[in-house]
């Protein structure tokens, strides 16, 4: 998980983003836009019609398709609660990954988690 104050530090140069409960943010298979941080709420993952994973405050999603040659997006996000989430596009987010290597450390280490917790599930 993120430092809850570095997530804010990096994504504080854009407006935060809104969502209600039951909203979607990001569809399966749609173009690759942005990765998220959640600042207040819950987010819901799924994958094939199924819930995946909870996405808490202080954690990131969505960074595969930032990262991922195709830029398609693997899962559908649900806003679980209402949601806060702050937001990079990939030229913000590889210059946050240039300028503070320990985001990079630190998004790499969700990422993996999410893997390692998805492969238990198995």
């Not at 530090?9 to 039951?22: M, N, V």
């Not at 399966?28 to 995946?52: A, F």
């Not at 830029?71 to 503070?100: H, M, N, P, V, W």
Request: net charge negative; with cysteine.
């Amino acid at each position: 998980m993120l430092n809850p104050a570095k997530t804010v530090e990096i994504y504080q140069r854009s407006e935060p983003k809104t969502f209600a409960a039951g909203e979607t943010i990001f569809e399966v298979g749609r173009p690759k836009d942005y990765m998220y941080g959640v600042l207040e709420g819950e987010v819901e993952l799924w994958v094939n019609g199924t819930p995946i994973e909870t996405i808490q405050a202080g954690d990131v999603f969505g960074e595969g398709a930032l990262v991922h040659p195709s830029g398609s997006r693997a899962s559908t996000a649900i806003a679980k609660t209402d949601c806060k989430l702050a937001y990079l596009d990939e030229e913000r987010f590889l210059f946050a990954i240039q300028e503070t290597p320990v985001f990079a450390l630190q998004v790499m280490r969700s990422f993996s988690d999410r893997l390692r917790r998805l492969k238990g599930a198995v």
